[in-house]
């Protein structure tokens, strides 16, 4: 079956650094998505990885290594808007989407 | 990018009555739209794939006769939620993909039936 597993939430303070880590099973491989979700929102695109290493935009970046179909986004100094849920989405071979649960983030001032 | 609008943003109806929700691509002939469900705390999962000039494809576990996906132009799908019951209430997202490198939400509708 298809599977992205990425934490369920994560807390951490304001300024600081956080990865947030997906790790997936998919029936082929055709790139890794990340998205952020405010709570009643829809999500928005954050990055999208298709080849093997990092992408870095501004605050965030996402590593991506596709021989141990892994990613992670890391998030660098952090603000309260951050606070957010983070999701992990993979197209398969068939270029569906699969997504993950996401991955609830919590920012301490 | 692509610009997608989503309406209504929230909607309260009655249970046994039907609420349909628009999407609309306003710069982008989507010929593809995607339709999602979101559940509190749960995350995006895949209804329908909503296809212009022909019949919606339907995931697993969907009822197609509950769920009425309309995808008569390039830029509007509507997505009509029959007879609905308090179970339905969740929050509805449509996405248009353009191409394999990304793809754009609506604003996502929240139905509560009562």
């Known amino acids: 079956g298809q599977n992205i597993d990425q934490p369920t939430e994560m807390t951490a303070t304001e300024g600081a650094i956080v990865q947030i880590n997906c790790t997936y099973q998919?029936?082929?491989?055709?790139?890794l998505f990340w998205y952020q979700q405010h709570a009643g929102e829809a999500p928005t695109f954050l990055s999208y990885?298709?080849l093997d290493g990092l992408e870095e935009k501004g605050r965030f970046s996402s590593f991506l290594s596709r021989s141990k179909g892994y990613s992670y986004l890391l998030l660098k100094e952090l603000q309260m808007k951050d606070s957010a849920s983070y999701l992990c989405?993979?197209?398969?071979?068939?270029?569906?989407?699969?997504w993950g649960a996401g991955t609830k983030l919590i920012i301490k001032p | 990018g692509a610009v997608v609008s989503q309406h209504p943003s929230w909607v309260i109806c009655k249970s046994g009555t039907s609420v349909k929700i628009e999407c609309r691509s306003l710069?982008?002939?989507?010929?593809?739209m995607f339709w999602y469900r979101q559940f509190p705390k749960q995350s995006l999962m895949l209804m329908a794939t909503?296809?212009?000039?022909?019949?919606?494809?339907?995931e697993q576990g969907v009822e197609k006769d509950k769920f009425l996906i309309n995808h008569a132009s390039l830029t509007l799908s509507t997505l009509t939620v029959t007879s609905a019951h308090p179970e339905d209430s969740s929050f509805y997202i449509c996405?248009?993909?353009?191409?394999?490198?990304?793809?754009?939400f609506g604003q996502g509708t929240r139905l509560t039936v009562v």
């Open positions: 996405s248009v993909p353009t191409g394999n490198t990304e793809a754009f």
């Open positions: 990885n298709v």
């Open positions: 998919t029936s082929g491989f055709n790139g």
């Open positions: 909503s296809n212009e000039g022909s019949k919606a494809t339907y």
């Open positions: 710069d982008f002939q989507a010929t593809t």
């Open positions: 989405a993979v197209t398969d071979s068939n270029y569906q989407l699969i």
